[in-house]
């Protein structure tokens, strides 16, 4: 088996595969999505040992870890295994990388056993690569195992949903997660709050709680106070915050967004995601009113989905924080004044 062991929380999911794999009822071609930061990855890399491994135990179903296949998945080096990933720098995966799997899926399993190909961030295909891929789909070899890895399944071809089984990666179980996070955390104290900042995906939160992660947060903070303020421009901000990665700072943006309206709504202080942030999101909450955070909401949820487009992010960025910026400035439609809490 891999070296790296699985994590807990998914351990019901690998169950699940290995009750497939006993009764050989494991499908050719799968899907394992889930949020960014749960694992899917190892948990594929695990599979793909034990469909491999020459000499499997039973009790539980594991891969040996010790013949010749099991070393040569875990030295990216066995003949009968294949993965596709993403070129370093492109926004896509192309026809190209395609057609070398479709090229693996047609050979002779060099071992005489299963071979298993493996597509990583399987919604960045293009299209001329889903289609190729589809054909593959269409004539399955015996022993071939195709596994697909997304955050998104939906922006799947839905011709190529359709002909995988899909498992869904959970969100991991708060208390598997955060005796996991507690274990790796200098201050354990933080475990629930990253935990919930990062959605239950505790990978996610473990490089949450990173010393530069944690800065970025509090200056993202700063900055939003700054803006509403009226101390700083949108546009010089953007130009600013643009080397960050773009979708983990639109991704904290939502969730400030979202705060705010549990803020509002006057919600638990425990169930803010930026629970960490409260002085701060308590000061923007006091300046704005509801049906303006919703609109902003409801921007920044249309956002979200532009990232993996090829928008220009520099627009965006100006854009979203132009948004905010106006949500606290513009001057109130009569409707607001008359309903508004504030
Ligand atoms: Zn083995």
Known sequence: MPADPLY???MP???RFMEQVAQDRL???LIVSGAQGLGKRRLVEHLATALLCHAPSTDPQRACGRCRACSQVAAHSHPDLIRVVREEGA????????????????LKAQYGGRRVAIIDEAQRMNPNAANALLKTLEEPTAGAYLILITEQPLDLLPTLRSRCQQHHCPPASEPLALAWLG???SDPGQALPLLRLAGHAPLAA????EPEQMVQRAQLFEALSALVGGEREPIALAEEWLDRDPHQLHLWLYHACADLMRLRAGADLNQLRHSDQVSRLQHLCEQVNLPRLGRLLDRMEQTLPLLRTTVNPQLLLEET???WAATWHSAATPAE??????
């Open 13 to 15: 999911m690998w169950q």
């Open 321 to 323: 924080f132009s948004a």
């Open 337 to 342: 004044t008359r309903d508004a809490p504030l």
């Open 27 to 29: 499908p050719h071609a």
């Open 8 to 10: 807990p929380w998914l």
């Open 206 to 209: 473990l490089s949450l709680a």
């Open 183 to 185: 274990e790796r955390l």
């Open 91 to 106: 926004k896509e995966i192309t026809i190209g990388a395609i057609r070398t799997l479709v090229r693996f899926a047609g």
